[in-house]
């Protein structure tokens, strides 16, 4: 929740009467925006889930609903949450599982939120959500009789798959960059203003129309690119009108269909969870796996697979330019707003999909296109949001944008 997980990352101590303000202020915003994170996120992020009959609320601006956001006081909720996603993408089940064993033996748990949560990538999923302010939050992923928990308590983060009896665990939760959240603005007003000031030109920001979403009153508030060549079709985000904590997120695409992402609660309360509920303890019997920061010398990959080299291509360190220390170099930004891209010569060859290891070649096969132009000849890889346009001289060119923009830029290169 972002929204994400909910976990969020929270200042480790406060120092000062000006640190705890900040951070009175900054945990304002933690349980709306981990809510709107969690459908954003997973990137990214439901079928309609308005009753029937909207319900008659007071008029309110776009900048008003944009405040109400911004000055929510919501720090505990709990509820049911359910994600759908449609990036126009294969299936990843079999590609998630053939990465998980590029760390060798030991070197990976099921429970670790980095492979587990990439199945919201795709399809509709059924999610307990409960929050306790910055310190405390709990996702729970359903799957018949399976579950999958995260949960963020204090300095701790655990995560338990209940079909491998697996545990992931990581400390350090609470360590996060200050500096950022100083940047915060100090009021909703404030905030409201900066966000309309930053859609500009490009972007649309209106309040369309109510909805009842779980069974609570919410307003409509509709973003929408003013730019041609954008996928995105618009961005609608269900705001509960008494406290204004976001509900819902739609993202649709202008290739119609099934929404990118379409993502709310069925069920929402906001009163405080007990504290049990963010309680863990580590199953008898079970594997537990520490993270990074969890235990110094944790499990790392000895060695890649046996002809992992071979399968990339021989050339493969020298195809990325001297490693990855010149990987950025020739990084470039086109465009603005919605219709940004972004470029980058590798200075190498594109590599060819029957060099790619057999996990990815079908996966490549399915989404990729052949295209040309005045720039020459590439594969155009497409998701109903995302497209990257890869040229066989080594130039890729990304974005939120239409194979038409991306062919464009290419050419202009030339």
Do not use: C
């Amino acid at each position: 929740m972002a929204a994400n997980e909910v976990p969020s990352e929270t200042p480790s101590e406060v120092r000062g009467e000006a640190r705890g303000e900040t951070r009175r202020r900054a945990s304002r915003y933690v349980v709306p925006v981990a809510v709107a994170g969690v459908a954003a996120a997973t990137i990214g992020l439901v079928p309609a889930l308005a009753a029937a009959g909207d319900p008659d609320l007071p008029e309110i601006t776009a900048q008003q609903l944009i405040e109400k956001i911004a000055g929510s006081e919501t720090q505990t909720l709990s509820g049911t949450f359910k994600v759908s996603t449609d990036l126009g993408l294969p299936a990843l089940g079999g590609l998630a599982s053939g990465l998980g064993g590029l760390g060798g033996d030991g070197a990976s748990s099921t429970a670790d939120p980095a492979q587990k949560l990439t199945e919201l990538a795709s399809g509709t999923h059924t999610l307990r959500l409960a929050a306790d302010g910055p310190e405390r939050q709990k996702l729970t992923l359903l799957d018949g009789s399976d579950e999958y928990s995260l949960i963020h308590n204090g300095d701790d983060v655990w995560a338990y798959d209940s079909k491998s009896n697996e545990v992931f665990h990581e400390k350090g939760a609470s360590e996060g960059p200050e500096a950022e959240r100083k940047e915060l603005p100090a009021t909703p007003k404030e905030l409201a203003d900066e966000v309309l000031k930053a859609a500009g030109d490009t972007t649309s920001i209106t309040v369309d129309g109510t909805a009842k979403v779980a069974g609570r009153d919410a307003y409509q508030l509709v973003i929408k690119p003013k730019q041609a060549g954008s996928t995105v079709a618009s961005v609608k985000i269900a705001v509960d009108a008494a406290n204004g904590t976001p509900l819902k997120f739609t993202l649709s695409s202008v290739e119609g269909g099934k929404p990118v992402v379409d993502a709310g609660f069925t069920k929402v309360d906001f009163a405080r969870p007990d504290a049990s509920v963010f309680a863990f303890e580590a199953p008898k019997g079970a594997k537990v796996t520490e993270g990074a920061k969890g235990a110094e010398g944790a499990a790392k990959p000895e060695k890649l697979p046996e002809n992992f080299e071979k399968e990339f291509g021989k050339d493969f360190e020298k195809g990325f330019g001297k490693g990855f220390e010149d990987f950025g170099k020739g990084l470039n930004v086109i465009g603005e707003g919605w219709t940004t891209i972004a470029r980058l010569d590798t200075g190498a060859p594109a590599p060819k999909t029957e060099e790619a290891p057999k996990e990815f070649q079908g996966l490549l096969d399915s989404f990729g296109d052949e295209v040309t132009g005045k720039f020459g000849s590439g594969t155009l890889f497409k998701t109903k949001l995302v497209n990257a346009l890869l040229t066989d001289d080594g130039k890729v060119y990304v974005g939120a944008v239409t194979k038409d923009a991306l062919v464009d830029a290419a050419n202009a290169d030339k």
